[in-house]
């Protein structure tokens, strides 16, 4: 696609359940990246994905957080056991080795 | 790892004057320092980056300035107009070794 793509634009989710966020990069890029934006607040940093090498998982905030990546294209963002806490937009990028982000829309999720 | 601070929160500018916005970072081994503009419930653009090698851009009515040694770069924007209005991320990064770390936001708002 054109740009990077993000499903759902919006989840509302039961607290205790749990909900995949999914990422479709621009093609070719082989960098990954999700962010979390609280609303008014600035951009968290969860998970870092480059080519084949190892995830920098530094920033997930919990074990109640994963993600994964399917090469260099697809990447999925779960969240077990859904707090109030969560609610947040969840923003992905992706970008060529060393080069500009692209933002997706962003998940928005609210977590009742 | 890498910290980015940003200040001030909030600018608030008559249309035509200059806006500055700040940021400071702490980790020596960073060397890209982008800028991005996020208008309200939109995803976040790039507008100018700089990198390490370099001490100053200028991209029309955008400028940015990078002092290594003091670990801080600074976001300028002259002539301010009323679509200027927005909030602006700085970060700051290793590019290909890790993500990038973003500043709070600074949300300007410009009078016309």
């Known amino acids: 696609g054109a740009g990077v793509s993000q499903s759902p634009s919006n989840k509302v989710t039961e607290k205790g359940k749990d909900v995949e966020l999914r990422c479709d990069p621009i093609s070719g890029h082989t960098a990954l990246y999700w962010y979390r934006q609280r609303l008014g607040q600035g951009l968290e940093f969860l998970i870092y994905?480059?080519?084949?090498?190892?995830?920098?998982k530094s920033g997930l905030p919990s074990d109640r957080f994963s993600a994964e990546r399917t090469g260099e294209s697809v990447s999925t963002l779960t969240i077990q056991r859904t707090q109030q806490e969560d609610s947040a937009v969840y923003l992905c990028a992706s970008s060529l080795f060393a080069g500009e982000l692209f933002f997706g829309e962003g998940s928005r999720l609210t977590v009742l | 790892g890498e910290n980015v601070e940003q200040h001030p929160s909030t600018l608030s500018v008559q249309e035509g004057d200059s806006a500055v916005i700040k940021c400071t970072y702490s980790d020596s081994a960073s060397n890209y320092f982008p800028w991005y503009k996020q208008e309200l419930g939109k995803r976040p653009q790039l507008i100018i980056d700089?990198?390490?090698?370099?001490g100053e851009k200028k991209d029309q009515r955008i400028a940015v300035t990078l002092n290594k040694t003091a670990k801080h770069f600074s976001l300028h924007i002259t002539e301010t107009q009323p679509e200027d209005s927005a909030v602006y991320f700085c970060a700051a990064g290793d590019t290909g070794r890790r993500a990038l770390t973003f500043g709070s936001g600074t949300r300007l708002q410009v009078q016309p």
């Open positions: 994905f480059q080519g084949n090498s190892a995830p920098d």
């Open positions: 700089i990198r390490s090698n370099v």
